[in-house]
């Protein structure tokens, strides 16, 4: 059972250049989220989705998009790379019945803008 | 407005002593959801407890415990025995049922804790 699988796990990027960070999950999870972690710092999060079709900006949305075709993937496209972008990314999953079940990380993909 | 508060960026314990790790919240729904995770240096997400708001108990998993004091609208974690590998970031979570955050999953800052031998 994979779980939450993210990829590429490591990443440098010159300014404005764009990338796709994938995130897939296994679990038929209908929740889906993406978070940044700046160094020593919390995770802030992006943007999420509850459901192919349907997703909704968290804190720091400005400089990602989002998608969401399938129950599966959920990438977050980064345009226009800019060095404030530098951070790990974590991607998330959950089957939100009730708010007792608890959200599956991926391994993160720590992205460096130079 | 901050939803979740973490206000210790730091914390020492020695081991095989008991610690607790603060966490306080804020939200206008009647139905949310608290959880803990503990990120080790290694970087991953690693889940530890949950506590419901409805729940009339505080959660206990193995050697961590919830002291959900639900009108103070905090959400404590205590570990028991601290182990040398306790040593991590840890991550309070709020999950709300209701209204425009539906489902949103929001983090505290973290606290490190650091457990001496």
């Known amino acids: 059972n994979a779980g939450v699988t993210q990829t590429p796990k490591f990443r440098i990027l010159k300014i404005g250049q764009s990338m796709t960070l994938q995130c897939t999950q296994d679990m038929n999870h209908n929740y889906m989220y993406w978070y940044r972690q700046d160094p020593g710092m919390g995770l802030k999060l992006i943007y999420y989705?509850?459901?192919?079709?349907?997703?909704d900006k968290g804190e720091v949305p400005n400089g990602y998009n989002v998608s969401r075709s399938t129950t599966e993937d959920f990438p977050l496209r980064l345009e226009l790379a800019a060095p404030s972008q530098t951070s790990v990314y974590f991607c998330?999953?959950?089957?939100?019945?009730?708010?007792?079940?608890?959200?599956?990380f991926g391994q993160g993909t720590r992205l460096t803008v130079v | 407005a901050q939803k979740i508060t973490q206000t210790q960026p730091g914390m020492f314990v020695q081991e095989k002593e008991a610690v607790t790790l603060d966490c306080t919240y804020d939200?206008?729904?009647?139905?949310?959801?608290l959880f803990w995770y503990k990120q080790p240096s290694s970087g991953e997400m690693i889940f530890l407890i949950y506590q419901g708001s409805y729940d009339e108990q505080n959660a206990t998993e193995g050697r961590y415990s919830l002291n959900f004091q639900k009108a103070r609208k905090s959400a404590n974690l205590v570990i028991s025995a601290s182990q040398l590998g306790d040593s991590a970031m840890y991550f309070c979570?709020?999950?709300?049922?209701?209204?425009?955050?539906?489902?949103?999953?929001?983090f505290g800052q973290g606290t490190i804790l650091t457990v001496h031998p």
């Open positions: 939200t206008s729904d009647q139905s949310y959801g």
């Open positions: 979570a709020m999950r709300e049922a209701l209204g425009t955050s539906y489902g949103k999953l929001t």
């Open positions: 989705s509850v459901g192919a079709g349907i997703t």
């Open positions: 998330a999953s959950s089957l939100l019945q009730e708010t007792n079940t608890e959200a599956f």
